[in-house]
């Protein structure tokens, strides 16, 4: 890694991990059932500000941080030159993700995720 980068790599890093906490944090305050809704469920709830009340809040706000730690993760990537994109076209191309592939391949799978909850079309 070029040393004009390790800078901005490192500070980058930093954020993505306190957003990770804040994520983690936010998390248990909520139940099982409330975790399991998709992103078009959850943005479908909200028209207006004032929809955002009691628990919804909570989901908000973990989307923020998981959302603002994804920036950061897929910044460092870029910065990196990483090989994802193939990564992504071979999960994308799977007609199905069964457990022991979705278990051997979590790191991808989590960044996928990740990225795509910053950067998906709103019809998913």
Do not use: F
Not at 6 to 29: C, F, P
């Amino acid at each position: 890694m070029k040393d004009k980068y390790h800078r901005e790599i490192t500070q980058l890093w930093w954020v993505a991990e306190r957003y990770s906490k804040m994520a983690e944090k936010t998390k248990n305050k909520l139940k099982k059932k409330e975790l399991q809704t998709t992103v078009k469920e959850h943005a479908n709830r909200y028209h207006n500000i004032s929809d955002i009340k009691g628990t919804d809040k909570w989901l908000m706000l973990l989307t923020a941080h998981l959302t603002s730690c994804a920036v950061r993760l897929c910044t460092i990537d870029d910065i990196m030159h990483s090989d994802r994109q193939r990564c992504y076209k071979k999960l994308v191309k799977e007609d199905e993700l069964e457990d022991s592939r979705l278990r051997n391949n979590l790191d991808k799978i989590v960044h996928y995720l990740l990225r795509h909850n910053v950067a998906h079309p709103e019809d998913w």
